[in-house]
């Protein structure tokens, strides 16, 4: 399998190199240039399949010859033997209608540990026989950065420096990253929003001599190796409601479009996917270009599902580039000048076909986190409710089952969970004392020249020249 840019110039590149690079050099984003396709068959032999080995079947038309498949899978066994439930991702019932599939058993308590936890390893053997010592930058709006960290904390030849928007994350999520003690691990309090924060990470991406000095990587949702693993659970949670069978429908709390993007990969390569429910808070930028094909930025609001508080949808480009890929380059030169652009009428009529976007305010987010709570003793995170609260809004036929994707632990949005439910969650065992352990973090104006001053200074790469 070989991977292409969005924006259509550069060479391609095979897994391992897409994994290590990250962003394309012309700024667009990796895609791989067809899409592996699974018969009928192949999808109802995954049942009853473990996690681990679902995911090397639904990986292993991408990784190509970059791992054997004894390799892959004892890298799934690793990865997955860290979450604290056998069945990594368990399916939970609301009701005879809704399901909610819960991504957060991982060390950090959201979805993005499935991918992260498999990402660290490739990135730690892949770097094994090259004689690269990578930087790692990325900007987080929570949860990638504690998830990042995790994966990559005290690897060998991998320095992260992850920047997080100053005052807008959870206590709990601040804490995951920055008690981290691992001296290859930096984090950055950026004084600005979420969108500031990517910007500057895209902005060093873009500076090909700053790029190539530090080897710089990504573990953002840009990177492809973190799709290509968020795929494995929708094809785990469709097969065991009923898939290849029947059709299910997925409602995808969403920001930056990475996770549901993978979802729309599983409908290309033959899941039967009735519909994907792209769930908004009242950040809505994908929620508007889905419904009127206006895609422009306004200012961030911060709400109690941060994690989806931002105004631009990197992966946005990925769809919009396997819909109607001509128009790409246009459409972000035009953004990249206006903050706005509109998308093409085969892009909306492509995008129509399965995605349906759902804006949520903060009183349907708190109703759908009571009803999942009265209704079945479920507690949710803000995200997964907003999730839910767009799944009960859509219509579908009635044999379609819906699956939210629970993607964070109630525990890390504990204050906003007690406001809607009365229920203060607690924080599971294996996050250890967050509050007793000491902060380490340095805040920075959001400046591209302060900020690379700041990662010259400290990255391994330039010392070792
Ligand atoms: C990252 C995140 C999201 C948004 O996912 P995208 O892939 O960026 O769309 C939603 N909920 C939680 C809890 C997250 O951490």
Redesign the pocket.
């Known amino acids: 399998m070989r991977y292409r840019s969005t924006r259509g110039t550069g060479a391609t590149l095979d897994f391992e190199q897409v994994t290590l690079a990250g962003l394309a050099p012309d700024g667009g984003l990796y895609v791989p240039e067809e899409w592996p396709h699974f018969s009928h068959d192949a999808i109802a032999a995954l049942a009853g399949l473990s996690y681990a080995e679902t995911a090397v079947r639904v990986m292993r038309p991408f990784v190509g010859d970059a791992l054997s498949d004894d390799e892959l899978r004892a890298l799934c066994t690793q990865a997955y033997g860290r979450f604290a439930h056998r069945a990594v991702t368990p399916l939970a019932q609301l009701d005879e209608r809704h399901w909610v599939l819960e991504l957060f058993h991982g060390p950090t308590l959201?979805?993005?540990d499935v991918a992260l936890q498999l990402l660290g390893l490739f990135f730690e053997r892949f770097l094994s026989d090259r004689d690269t010592h990578l930087t790692v930058i990325g900007a987080t709006?929570?949860?990638?950065g504690s998830a990042a960290i995790d994966a990559l904390a005290g690897r060998a030849k991998v320095d992260i420096f992850m920047l997080h928007p100053q005052g807008r994350v959870s206590d709990v999520q601040r804490r995951q990253m920055t008690t981290v003690k691992a001296p290859n691990v930096h984090n950055i309090a950026v004084e600005g929003t979420f969108d500031d924060a990517q910007a500057l990470v895209k902005a060093m991406f873009a500076e090909p001599a700053f790029a190539r000095r530090f080897s710089l990587s990504a573990v953002n949702?840009i990177n492809w190796a973190r799709l290509m693993a968020q795929i494995v659970y929708y094809f785990y949670a469709a097969v065991r409601l009923g898939a290849p069978q029947r059709p299910v429908a997925f409602s995808v709390?969403?920001?930056?479009?990475?996770?549901?993007f993978a979802g729309y990969a599983a409908a290309k390569m033959g899941l039967p996917i009735a519909r994907l429910i792209v769930a908004t808070n009242v950040n809505d930028i994908v929620a508007r270009a889905l419904r009127d094909g206006d895609y422009s930025a306004g200012e961030v609001t911060p709400t109690a599902?941060p994690?989806?508080d931002i105004q631009v949808s990197s992966?946005f480009e990925r769809l919009l580039f396997d819909l109607d890929a001509d128009a790409v380059p246009g459409q972000m030169a035009a953004f990249a000048n206006e903050r706005a652009m509109r998308l093409t009428a085969r892009q909306r009529a492509g995008a129509a076909a399965l995605f349906t976007g759902v804006r949520i305010d903060a009183d349907e987010m708190a109703l759908a986190m009571r009803w999942a709570c009265e209704g079945s003793g479920q507690v949710l995170?803000p995200?997964t409710s907003i999730g839910l609260a767009a799944a009960r809004a859509t219509e579908l036929p009635a044999n379609v089952p819906v699956v939210t994707l629970a993607?964070?632990h109630p525990g890390k949005f504990r204050d906003a969970v007690e406001r809607a439910t009365g229920v203060r969650p607690g924080l599971p065992s294996r996050v250890g004392a967050l509050f007793e352990r000491e902060e380490r973090y340095d805040v920075l104006p959001a400046e591209l020249e302060a900020i690379k001053d700041f990662i010259s200074a400290r990255a391994t790469s330039a010392r070792s020249g």
């Open positions: 959201a979805f993005k709006s929570g949860d990638t949702s709390p969403t920001g930056n479009f990475g996770d549901v599902a994690s989806m992966n995170d995200h993607t964070a």
